[in-house]
């Protein structure tokens, strides 16, 4: 397995999911082998992929009612550890000392299997989202060019740095993708070099590619399809095939 990775931002609404499903599906079509592991309790990503949400999920999973093998479900557009709302209770119901490494120990089941692992997490920065940043390799932030992006950056980056301490101390940041971006906005603008003095600080980058704002994304939600096979021609499909070739260095496996 190559890389375990989160895509993370205590803000809601900046592509979490979106981001996790599209970067997916582009590392799809080049052949890697992709394994979706949404934390989510609102499930935006299992819905989207129209995962079958009888029997075990990664709520199972993580309090080890089931093992791995039994809580993938093979799909038309991947193979998806699908959420639960039951994860809602998760900050409550794991508990026990090593309750970080959940996520962690279960994968290791599929080390073999996977070239890259995308996880979904929650707005939040509990229990779930540790255990995605204890068991990953890198963290990618999805961001809008806005004061309360920049603000979550700043609260998981203190997340990041606990985590670092005390479960992972090789977890990296990737970088900060700008989601939903208009750049006519003086104010986006402005924000935006914020975000990237942000990064900086952090020791990472944002990205040069930018997605931009679409209506294609939610047309494509709604018809719980793939964005590069619904609207392969829209700016957002463009803008995440763009972001696949910076992401992986524009380079193919050999």
């Known amino acids: 397995m190559k890389e375990i990775i989160t895509i993370a931002n205590q803000k809601g609404g900046v592509g979490k999911s979106t ?11 080049r052949g890697e082998r992709v394994l979706f592991v949404d934390l989510d ?11 079958d949400p009888s029997g075990p999920t990664a709520y199972e999973l993580l309090t080890r009612q089931a093992e791995l093998a039994d809580c993938i ?45 995308l996880i979904d997490t929650p707005p939040a920065l509990g229990i779930l989202t540790i255990n995605a940043l204890t068991a990953s390799d890198s963290l990618l932030i ?9 603000q979550g950056i700043g609260q998981l980056y203190s997340t990041v740095q ?18 939903r971006h208009s750049a ?30 679409n209506i ?13 096979r619904y609207a392969p021609k829209s700016n957002a499909a463009k803008d995440y095939a763009a972001f696949a070739e910076e992401f992986t260095g524009g380079q193919d496996d050999e």
């Not at 047309?219 to 590069?228: G, S």
């Open 41 to 51: 309790p609102q499930g935006n990503l299992t819905y989207t992929m129209e995962a």
């Open 73 to 117: 479900r093979q799909t038309e557009q991947g193979d998806l550890i699908p959420a639960s709302a039951q994860l809602a209770a998760a900050d409550m119901e794991l508990n026990s000392t090593g309750k970080e490494y959940r996520l962690k120990e279960a994968l290791a089941a599929v080390a073999e299997d996977y070239d890259i692992i």
């Open 162 to 179: 606990a985590v670092r301490t005390y479960c992972n101390p090789n977890l990296s940041i990737r970088g900060i993708l700008l989601t």
């Open 142 to 150: 999805p961001a809008q060019a806005d004061i309360y992006s920049l």
């Open 216 to 228: 294609a994304v939610k047309e494509a939600q709604a018809r719980r399809a793939d964005l590069l």
């Open 19 to 29: 981001t996790a499903h599209a970067l997916g599906s582009c590392l799809r079509a």
């Open 184 to 213: 006519r906005a003086v104010l986006t603008r402005d924000l935006t070099e914020m975000i990237g003095e942000t990064a900086a600080q952090l020791g990472t980058q944002v990205y040069s590619t930018v997605i931009r704002e």
